[in-house]
Nanobody, 124 residues
Framework: QVQLVESGGGTVQPGGSLRLSCAASGLTLDYSVWGWFRQAPGKEREGVACIVASSGGSTYYADSVKGRFTISRDSAKNTVYLQMNSLKPEDTAIYYC????????????????WGQGTQVTVSS
């Protein structure tokens, strides 16, 4: 049984930082695409960042977070991270950890596996 469990969300002031974690069970990080989506009220779901294990860990970032967010993985801990710096109010959303064997599925917004989500709120 596959489980993705996110943690690390919370409330932070603009300009602050948070690190989200995604602990995976039932899947290995070495053979899949791993990434984060976010969903804000009234907005479309957005793919924020992904890391492609099968291509040596190449990464993708949405333009809205490029230069501020960093995705990484720790295979020994079977955990994926999203380091979020210089947070803005518009980063407020529920963040979901996701995975799929195919990059094409992730890219079209339909990864097979989803976590339960963790709330990130950026507010002064």
């Amino acid at each position: 049984q596959v489980q993705l469990v996110e943690s690390g969300g919370g409330t932070v002031q603009p300009g602050g930082s948070l690190r989200l974690s995604c602990a995976a069970s039932g899947l290995t990080l070495d053979y899949s695409v791993w990434g984060w989506f976010r969903q804000a009220p009234g907005k479309e779901r957005e793919g924020v960042a992904c890391i492609v294990a099968s291509s040596g860990g190449s990464t993708y970032y949405a333009d809205s977070v490029k230069g501020r967010f960093t995705i990484s993985r720790d295979s020994a801990k079977n955990t994926v991270y999203l380091q979020m710096n210089s947070l803005k109010p518009e980063d407020t959303a529920i963040y979901y950890c996701t995975s799929d064997p195919r990059l094409s599925n992730w890219a079209k917004g339909s990864p097979k596996f989803w976590g339960q989500g963790t709330q990130v709120t950026v507010s002064s």
